[in-house]
């Protein structure tokens, strides 16, 4: 009937609103059982939506409700047990393609780019976590856990030493002094030479401890001090600078 209006009775729409809460399917059958009608379930759903007849249902599941098919498996050969969809399901352990010949034991080293080495500890997920650093294992291993806000520095250059003593967790706003360069006017910790590395560093924890104390009282920090110090500077010159007489434009006589 689609195209054309479809009649009904005064009664019709009386046991229509009447019986609007019911499940699609069984308000269809019901109705046209009732009436002797041949209407199609989607021309009762739309006169539902123009009448502004509301079920209360939304289609989605309430909390705690659960679906009625919790707990029954798949038949035999059928959803996910079907052969063509377990071909291609993974299980646990079940390495193929690619990935078993990827795939390294754990226990196996690594390079990465920068140098350092790197050991996998485990298969598990995140995968990110498979990996760890030597040098860190081992530092943890002699000393526990490295304290919150600090990274280990490899302290004679040698980055496959991996040996504790040769690293030191160093906070990480005192490694970025350690890079040094031409901002700060310092020479790398690791383009040094040997004799000079421990000044460097300790140098660095100085410069470091004496910021944080700065910090720590309310003192002007950095770029906001140094700021201040310009204006500070340009005042002092505007004060000192002689004033320059104003000129009088003279006019075509040569008066002022």
Not at 58 to 64: E, L, N, S, W
Not at 67 to 85: D, L, M, T
Not at 153 to 178: M, Q, Y
């Amino acid at each position: 009937m689609k195209g054309r209006a479809i009649p009904y009775s005064a009664e019709e729409m009386a046991w229509l609103e009447e019986n609007r809460l019911m499940v699609i399917s069984d308000y269809t059958v019901a109705f046209n059982a009732r009436f002797g009608r041949n209407i199609d379930a989607k021309n009762l759903h739309a006169l539902r939506k123009r009448k502004g007849w509301k079920t209360g249902r939304t289609g989605c599941f309430a909390k705690g409700q659960e679906p009625h098919n919790k707990g029954k498996p798949c038949a035999p050969g059928k959803g996910g047990r079907h052969p063509n969809a377990r071909k291609t399901q993974f299980r646990k352990g079940n390495r193929t393609g690619r990935a078993n010949l990827n795939y390294q034991p754990i226990g196996t080293e690594r390079i990465t780019e920068d140098g350092y080495r790197e050991r996998k500890i485990h298969d598990g997920l995140p995968m990110q976590s498979r990996w760890q650093l030597v040098q860190r294992i081992e530092w943890e291993k002699a000393n526990g856990p490295i304290p919150e806000g600090y990274a280990l520095k490899c302290l004679n250059g040698d980055k496959f030493n991996t040996d504790p003593s040769n690293w030191e967790p160093i906070h990480r706003g005192v490694l970025a002094r350690l890079n040094g360069g031409r901002f700060r006017k310092t020479i790398p910790y690791d383009a040094a030479a040997p004799e000079l590395k421990p000044t460097i560093m300790a140098l660095a924890k100085l410069k470091h401890a004496a910021r944080r104390a700065r910090d720590s009282d309310g003192s002007p920090k950095g770029r906001d001090a140094k700021q201040g110090s310009a204006r500070s500077a340009t005042a002092r010159a505007a004060r000192h600078r002689p004033e320059t007489p104003i000129s009088t434009p003279l006019n075509q006589e040569g008066k002022a």
